[in-house]
């Protein structure tokens, strides 16, 4: 078995400050698959060990990293909409339908927003999903006040006053 080819000292720099950018473990990982064979000689087999990953992708991030450099130690992620019912414009202009209405302080049911979203997407939601999107369109629950508009403080001190609960 021969031994990997050893990775230039600029290159170790480089790796090194790979590591310390690295926002996720993934990309930890991919950065250890070359960092360990740089500054360890390990090959392959062991790197596996040590990561936790197959043999076949531990070789295939190496070989990445020398063909494309540093940008192949930094993946996309995982995440993202990938079940969504509607994008992010069309949820956008469904709740136009209800901003008049909270506009002019009405207020507004979960329930009747999730019966038009249900009549919009074609199938039955859970009640989450509606407040996930009244959150990421900057939505929030605001508490009716706690006292009547036109209530009449003098008035309710009186009653406490005369009141046989008191």
């Excluded at 690295?22 to 064979?37: E, H, S």
């Excluded at 197959?54 to 070789?59: E, F, G, M, N, P």
């Excluded at 199938?123 to 706690?146: C, D, E, F, N």
Aim: net charge positive; glycine share 8%.
């Amino acid at each position: 078995m021969r031994f990997p080819k050893p990775i230039p000292t600029e290159q170790q720099n480089i790796l090194k400050g790979c590591l310390k950018r690295a926002k996720t473990k993934a990309d930890f990982q991919r950065i250890q698959c070359v960092w360990l064979r740089a500054v360890l000689s390990l090959r392959a087999e062991q790197i596996a060990v040590v990561v936790g990953w197959s043999v076949s992708r531990v070789k295939r991030i190496q070989g990445q990293f020398f063909r494309e450099g540093e940008k192949a130690l930094f993946g996309p992620g995982r995440g993202g909409r990938h079940h969504e019912n509607l994008s992010l414009e069309a949820e956008e202009r469904f709740l136009m339908q209800f901003l008049e209405k909270a506009k002019t302080g009405g207020v507004l049911e979960v329930s009747e927003i999730k019966a038009a979203y249900e009549r919009t997407v074609g199938h039955a939601v859970p009640q989450s999903t509606i407040y996930r999107m009244l959150t990421r369109h900057g939505w929030r629950k605001i508490a009716p006040r706690p006292r009547h508009p036109r209530s009449d403080i003098a008035q309710q001190e009186a009653w406490k006053k005369n009141s046989r609960s008191g």
